[in-house]
């Protein structure tokens, strides 16, 4: 239990942190973090690639989606089932339209192609907080623990955040899935632990 609340300590201050960014500083450093990951080989290698669509204090993937059709790519999203605890992977060719908010929070499509989980090169996760060895506090819910998790996805997951979110360490549970790599705006950590990337 001591963990559980340890990392509900460590989401309350994050969540301060980045509460406290500008909306300028945000867009600055958004951009920032995309540019760095976008000219990683991870990124560039891949083909079909599985980005989040921002709510207001996260990285804003725009940029990415954007770079994503511009060469060629095919971008997912997750359209999340509440009931049974999972996302399914979607294709979106537009930021425009075909978008809703979920009671949640969520942004997601309303409707769109489901993609096999194992044509996923590359996972682009969200976070509240990252370490430097690979592991990410999320809302709490194991959503994309459980997808990480499937044996069918075989890509590489990538955290996306603010420097701000980068802590030494916080508790890890059993079901937490380390990441591959975590771009921000300064920086590309790869992680060791998790076997090549």
């Known amino acids: 239990m001591s963990d559980m609340k340890s990392k509900a300590v460590i989401r309350k201050q994050l969540r301060e942190v980045l509460a406290a960014m500008s909306e300028a500083q945000r867009h600055q450093k958004s951009i920032a973090a995309c540019n760095l990951l976008s000219t990683t080989p991870e990124f560039l290698s891949a083909r079909v690639v599985m980005l989040y669509l921002s709510t207001a204090h996260e990285v804003d993937t725009a940029p990415l989606a954007l770079k994503c059709w511009q060469d060629g790519k095919t971008v997912v999203v997750p359209k999340v089932s509440w009931d049974q605890r999972r996302m399914l992977p ?13 009671g949640h929070g969520v942004r997601e499509p309303i409707t769109g192609k489901p993609i096999p989980i194992d044509m996923i090169d590359l996972v682009v996760v ?32 990538c955290g996306l955040g603010f420097e701000e979110q980068v802590v030494e360490q916080f508790p890890v549970l059993d079901h937490d899935i380390p990441l591959s790599m975590l771009a921000t705006d300064q920086r590309i950590h790869r992680f060791a632990s998790v076997g090549s990337c």
């Open 90 to 102: 979607v294709e979106i060719a537009t930021l425009q339209a075909g978008l809703t908010t979920t």
């Open 126 to 157: 969200p976070g509240i907080g990252f370490t430097t060895n690979g592991h990410r506090i999320g809302r709490g819910m194991g959503f994309y623990d459980r997808f990480l998790a499937q044996g069918e996805f075989i890509g590489v997951s």
